[in-house]
């Protein structure tokens, strides 16, 4: 089992909107107020409805709900009724008894399904249809993303803080001595802020060549740990695109949601007339809301506003319909405001996206609100030039896209701000990016900061120096027995650019010591550049090599010689022998997205215990090889995450292709053997609508000879968990190839199947199917250095092996029925069986 950070984006964290309206507070000061709190739930499915208005009615007192459909409001004004609103519902209103609390309210909201100007005739017969028409048809023509060159000014806010925390944890030892870091939101609910970040960049585009340059002219990031250390770089935010809903799907949080402006968009929305406005120079504007057309669809319901010159989008607001089928996410919300440049050209004026996220995927008490993290980001353009003559200039001539940052860019002070912002901060605003320093320094925070900078690089913090990997801490397998491991590097605290890393193992069963040292430098340049020196010696499974890395991008170690992949073992993990790796490499890369890594290396492979070296029955001690590599790496718009020396990469909509050469000389019996390898991988994630494929694709070839343990030995599964690029039914050592291709898909539904079937859409199941094959073959020749195991057979026919099963269950993980359609197995793998994957996505 490899050890993999998830990363699902540091940005996979999102925001909640709740807005406290309290205007004319009258009457007597010292009169009994009336207050009421309670719930408004979907009376269908009993949904919450976040973003209801509720209002005492004949006053201008009132609020929002929530993302969990929760309210709360007072008024000293004498109110006898409650009146509820909101945007595909109707309208309700509730008596109360005046100067009385009441609470536990729980109201239940009623779909409108028959809106006054909603036409259901012929698609060019009505209003809204005709309208929206006109809109798709012209869509390529308002689009901001079509011109082939344009540049901006963009001020971009993002905001964290945890919410609804509860009196226990404020109480508690960790923030007894520190109450004052909680603030009041405005529906007098305590919350903790995390982060606060504001950025000012100028933005250049250029479609033919693709040019893409963004200069950060100030950038201020205030953090608890790792949300203020770590920046996504590559393809950053400051490149992204705003939210566009002239697309078919927007996609956040690697969610796809349907745009209300999407070309089929009858079949997710009804659309409702609403308003119209007559404008000063004779056109109109008008206002058309949206709803789902049905349950369980990753579609907004909210408003749009079009004028009748170019039926251009001016304005959309549109709130998430449900999250029932979205894990974590719980509520979401979308704004979008459009500008004319030179009064003609239609462009991006100011988005915004909140959204609330709850890690809790069971509740024991649904009526309590769960603490969450609300996440905002608003971004304001101006200073538009579109169609420029001039091309984009970028440092590097073949580049296509970069980011530079002024060196003056993160010290920038509050006068520059000032003067600067394209928006003023809020009081709020201002109060949370004071509050977070005080925050990072709590002792209970520094640990959890810790324990969560030690899943992502395997290391724990302290101080200048930092303990682990603590996945080799305890280890179990057959030759070692009990394996325990103590190791460290230096931390940036004795240097950002030097680094020392080391370590000592010893197992029980064979009573050896073994171990890990190395150093690097990096490079204090614009792009990646470093240098590393190592030694490993180690005890690793057969057909472990850095090239599984190419696929599982993110592992912290190739190894799955680790106690997890022992807990869930369904055969003996005995394919192991002792490696010793001598490595210098020098990584650069050119610019975001291309990267070369060129390698020199001495491996020596000691005689496996249960798998001997043997030529023609003699028992050979080792071998050992010397190696020169390089390995191309090639990604677009690419968002990484870099921590001294390791990489993170974090998100692509687009292939990442590997292509590695390599040769040398092996050693064995007192003789000597030049080869040579060419081996590559294809990997992407590709969204098609609203269901994704994940597809990968790897083959090689080797030349000249090599001991089988050189050669490509396809990845089994020997546990009961499922790997997305594993072969799930094979046994190590069933196969061994000098030329080898691989393939492996998946095909996530993403419950939309299920999300139409009455018993199962309010689960959230979701269905996925999944494919593997396989195609090798191998030279007698590599037998002339150490004979094959008996285990290994020939593969006279492709190995195919099909998938089909259920994701999400419990929000967590995933069971796949998985058959082995072709060959049968030799070593008596199963042709059949059940795999578990815990996981967790949105």
Same mark, same amino acid.
């Given at each position: 089992?490899?050890?993999?950070?998830?990363?699902?984006?540091?940005?996979?964290?999102?925001?909640?909107?709740?807005?406290?309206?309290?205007?004319?507070?009258?009457?007597?000061s010292f009169s009994q107020p009336t207050q009421v709190s309670g719930r408004v739930i979907d009376q269908e499915n009993e949904q919450p409805v976040p973003y209801v208005s509720v209002v005492f009615k004949n006053t201008q007192i009132g609020v929002l709900t929530d993302s969990l459909g929760q309210f709360s409001l007072s008024s000293k004004e004498v109110a006898d009724s409650i009146s509820f609103s909101t945007v595909g519902y109707l309208s309700q209103t509730i008596g109360i008894e005046p100067r009385i609390t009441t609470s536990e309210l729980?109201?239940?909201?009623?779909?409108?399904?028959?809106?006054?100007?909603?036409?259901?005739?012929?698609?060019?017969?009505?209003?809204?249809?005709?309208?929206? #028409?006109?809109? +798709?048809?012209?869509?390529?023509?308002?689009?901001?993303?079509?011109? &082939?060159? $344009?540049?901006?000014?963009? *001020? =971009?806010?993002?905001?964290?803080?945890?919410?609804?925390v509860g009196e226990k944890l404020i109480q508690s030892k960790a923030f007894r001595n520190n109450q004052s870091v909680f603030k009041s939101g405005n529906d007098s609910t305590k919350?903790?802020?995390?982060?606060?970040?504001?950025?000012?960049?100028?933005?250049?585009?250029?479609?033919?060549?693709?040019?893409? #340059?963004?200069? +950060?002219?100030?950038?201020?990031?205030?953090?608890?740990?790792?949300? &203020?250390? $770590?920046?996504?770089?590559? *393809? =950053?935010?400051?490149?992204?695109?705003?939210?566009?809903?002239?697309?078919?799907f927007i996609n956040l949080f690697s969610q796809n949601f349907v745009s209300p402006l999407a070309d089929n968009g009858w079949f997710y929305y009804r659309y409702f007339l609403a308003d119209s406005t007559k404008?000063?120079?004779?056109?109109?504007?008008?206002?058309?809301?949206?709803i789902p057309r049905r349950h369980g669809d990753k579609v907004f319901k909210g408003y749009l506003i079009t004028e009748t010159c170019r039926y251009s989008l001016v304005e959309v607001d549109g709130a998430l319909a449900t999250s029932s089928n979205l894990n974590f996410l719980k509520s979401m919300r979308l704004k979008g405001n459009y500008q004319l440049v030179n009064d003609s050209i239609p462009f991006y004026r100011r988005n915004q996206i909140d959204a609330t996220f709850d890690y809790v995927p069971l509740k024991s008490n649904p009526k309590k609100k769960p603490i969450s993290l609300f996440f905002t980001q608003s971004a304001v353009i101006d200073s538009v030039s579109v169609?420029?003559?001039?091309?984009?200039?970028?440092?590097?001539?073949?580049g296509r896209y970069e980011t530079l940052k002024l060196p003056d860019a993160p010290n920038r002070n509050d006068k520059y701000w000032n003067n600067h912002r394209l928006e003023e901060l809020s009081n709020h605003e201002v109060q949370i990016s004071t509050t977070i320093d005080s925050v990072s320094n709590i002792e209970a925070i520094k640990f959890a900061n810790n324990l969560t900078h030690m899943t992502m690089t395997g290391y724990y913090d302290l101080g200048k120096f930092e303990f682990g990997p603590y996945t080799n801490i305890i280890n179990t397998n057959k030759v070692e027995g009990l394996h325990l491991f103590a190791g460290g590097r230096t931390s940036d605290e004795i240097s950002t650019r030097f680094m020392v890393w080391g370590g000592l193992g010893y197992g029980f069963r064979n009573k050896k010591i073994n171990g890990i040292a190395g150093l690097g430098y990096k490079f204090p340049s614009i792009h990646r550049q470093l240098v590393k020196l190592s030694f490993d010696d180690k005890i690793v499974r057969a057909g472990e090599n850095e090239k599984i890395l190419f696929l599982y991008e993110n592992a912290l170690s190739p190894t799955e010689n680790n106690l997890v992949s022992q807990l869930f073992k369904r055969d003996e993990l005995d394919e192991l022998f002792r490696e010793q790796k001598l490595v210098t490499s020098y990584e650069y890369e050119w610019y975001p997205g291309l990267l070369n890594k060129l390698s020199a290396n001495f491996t020596?492979?000691?005689?496996?215990?249960?798998y001997p070296y043997l030529k023609n029955g003699n028992p050979v001690d080792q071998v050992s090889a010397v190696e020169i590599s390089l390995d191309t790496r090639f990604s677009w718009q690419e968002k990484v995450i870099d921590d001294k020396f390791l990489r993170i990469y974090m998100a692509t909509d687009y292939p990442i292709i590997h292509f590695a050469i390599g040769g040398g000389k092996s050693f064995h019996s007192g003789q000597e053997n030049y080869y040579g390898k060419v081996f590559g991988t294809i990997e992407q994630y590709l969204r098609l609508g609203q269901t994704a494929i994940n597809y990968a694709l790897e083959g090689g070839i080797y030349l000249g000879k090599l001991p089988y343990t050189m050669l490509d030995i396809p990845?089994?599964?020997?546990?009961?968990?499922?790997?997305?690029?594993?072969?799930?039914?094979?046994?190590?050592?069933?196969?061994v190839h000098d030329k080898y291709f691989h393939t492996y898909v998946e095909y996530h539904l993403?419950?939309?199947?299920?999300?139409?079937?009455?018993?199962?859409?309010?689960?959230?199941?979701?269905?996925?199917?999944?494919?593997?094959?396989?195609?090798?073959?191998?030279?007698?020749?590599?037998?002339?250095?150490?004979?094959?195991?008996?285990?290994?057979?020939?593969?006279?026919?492709?190995?195919?092996?099909?998938?089909?099963?259920?994701?999400n269950i419990f929000r967590l993980f995933r069971i796949e029925a998985v058959w082995r359609v072709s060959p049968k197995s030799m070593q008596g793998a199963p042709s059949f069986g059940l795999r578990a994957k815990f996981e967790i996505k949105l």
């Open positions: 089992m490899y050890n993999t950070i998830k990363s699902s984006d540091i940005s996979a964290f999102y925001r909640f909107h709740l807005i406290w309206i309290l205007i004319l507070i009258a009457g007597k729980i109201v239940k909201l009623k779909h409108d399904l028959v809106k006054l100007s909603e036409i259901q005739v012929l698609p060019d017969d009505g209003p809204v249809r005709r309208i929206l #028409k006109e809109m +798709v048809d012209r869509k390529e023509l308002n689009n901001p993303d079509k011109y &082939d060159r $344009y540049s901006y000014r963009k *001020y =971009t806010k993002w905001e964290y803080h945890l919410q609804h919350y903790l802020p995390i982060y606060f970040s504001e950025q000012l960049v100028y933005n250049e585009i250029q479609r033919n060549p693709l040019k893409q #340059k963004s200069t +950060v002219l100030a950038d201020k990031t205030t953090g608890v740990g790792i949300l &203020d250390n $770590y920046e996504i770089s590559g *393809y =950053t935010s400051a490149l992204d695109m705003e939210v566009n809903f002239y697309d078919n404008l000063s120079n004779g056109h109109k504007q008008y206002r058309i809301d949206f169609n420029q003559t001039n091309d984009v200039k970028l440092s590097i001539s073949n020596r492979h000691f005689s496996p215990e249960f990845r089994g599964n020997e546990t009961f968990g499922y790997y997305s690029y594993d072969f799930n039914m094979l046994n190590f050592m069933e196969y993403n419950g939309f199947v299920f999300n139409r079937m009455p018993l199962l859409k309010r689960i959230g199941l979701r269905e996925v199917f999944s494919a593997k094959t396989m195609i090798g073959s191998l030279s007698n020749k590599h037998q002339d250095i150490v004979d094959f195991p008996i285990t290994i057979q020939r593969m006279n026919n492709p190995y195919i092996e099909l998938g089909a099963g259920v994701e």
